[in-house]
């Protein structure tokens, strides 16, 4: 798990968190800080919302689309 944690950007650490596959106090310590943070919760929120719209769209989908297939035929 630590491998994963250090491998996170600094955009990917903003969006979310990563916790411990069946660490349950952990998963309720991040739910209640989303809970009770609102300012928290807005900023992941929105740094979320850009790393979606920067990376998972039709522009961003074709580009790297295209780059695969300038690849194969070089």
Same mark, same amino acid.
């Given at each position: 798990?630590?491998?994963?944690?250090? =491998? #996170?950007?600094?955009? !990917?650490? +903003?969006t979310?968190?990563?916790?411990e596959?069946?660490n349950?106090?952990?998963?309720?310590?991040?739910i209640?800080?989303?809970?009770?943070?609102e300012?928290k919760?807005? =900023? #992941?929120?929105?740094? !979320?919302? +850009?790393?979606?719209?920067?990376?998972?769209?039709?522009?961003?989908?074709?580009?790297?689309?295209?780059?695969?297939?300038?690849?194969?035929?070089?």
């Open positions: 798990m630590d491998v994963i944690k250090e =491998e #996170m950007d600094d955009d !990917e650490k +903003k979310g968190f990563v916790i596959k069946g349950y106090n952990e998963y309720i310590d991040k209640s800080i989303l809970i009770n943070d300012e919760r807005q =900023e #992941m929120g929105n740094e !979320e919302y +850009k790393f979606v719209k920067n990376n998972f769209t039709w522009k961003v989908a074709v580009k790297e689309f295209v780059s695969v297939i300038n690849e194969k035929h070089v």
